[in-house]
């Protein structure tokens, strides 16, 4: 990724504001942690289902291509959170499932948007938990490695990114 289109999706991130429920964590100049914690009106297995079609519920603006509906998560260990490039007939591979426990939990091990192109890793992890009214819902993204400029600078802007994704989700789950 060239600066300028490091800098072009830096100042897209900054243009997004977190949603109540979301946080950083802890960050530093070597990472950063950013949970968002929901509750959604839907029981688990609905959750869960919603987060199997990312299509349906990630923002196109925070895909490659610019269209969501090319996104999938295939739900297994070794299962990958791709994206097909159409115009060009490419495809990006997101993150790749390290965990998964049906109706439970979703964990997976990669860099997401600008961060593929720098030397980190990250952990994105997503729990459910029943709860009275349906499911609580606990997003957790820990990265760290080379950030130029220090994770400390970042994280607000991908705790907004984050948590704009999880109200995505929370929307299309009570939808169903």
């Known amino acids: 990724m060239t ?6 999706a830096v100042a897209t991130l900054l243009s ?21 914690v929901l509750t959604i009106a839907a029981p688990p297995e609905a959750v869960y289902a919603a987060l199997l079609v990312p299509g349906r519920w990630w923002d196109p603006a925070h895909s490659w291509s610019g ?3 090319n996104m999938r998560l295939e ?20 993150m790749r499932v390290i965990a998964i426990d ?26 459910l938990k029943p709860v009275a009214g349906g499911t609580e819902f606990r ?15 970042l994280a607000p802007v991908v705790d ?11 929307a299309l789950a009570e939808k169903r």
Not at 165 to 170: D, F, G, I, P, S
Request: aromatic residues 4%.
């Open 139 to 153: 997003q957790t993204y820990a990265v760290g490695g080379h950030i130029p400029g220090g994770g400390a600078a």
């Open 102 to 127: 049906p109706n439970h939990m979703i964990r997976l091990d990669g860099a997401l948007g600008p961060f593929q192109a720098m030397g980190v890793a990250g952990t994105l992890s997503w729990e």
């Open 3 to 8: 600066a300028r289109a490091r800098a072009v």
């Open 67 to 69: 269209d969501a509906a």
């Open 75 to 94: 739900p297994a260990v070794g299962g990958c959170f791709c994206e097909k490039l159409p115009k060009t007939g490419g495809e990006s591979a997101h």
């Open 16 to 36: 997004v504001t977190a949603p109540a429920g979301a946080e950083v964590v802890s960050a530093d100049g070597s990472g950063f942690a950013v949970r968002t």
């Open 160 to 170: 907004g990114v984050m948590g704009g994704q999880a109200a995505r989700l929370k």
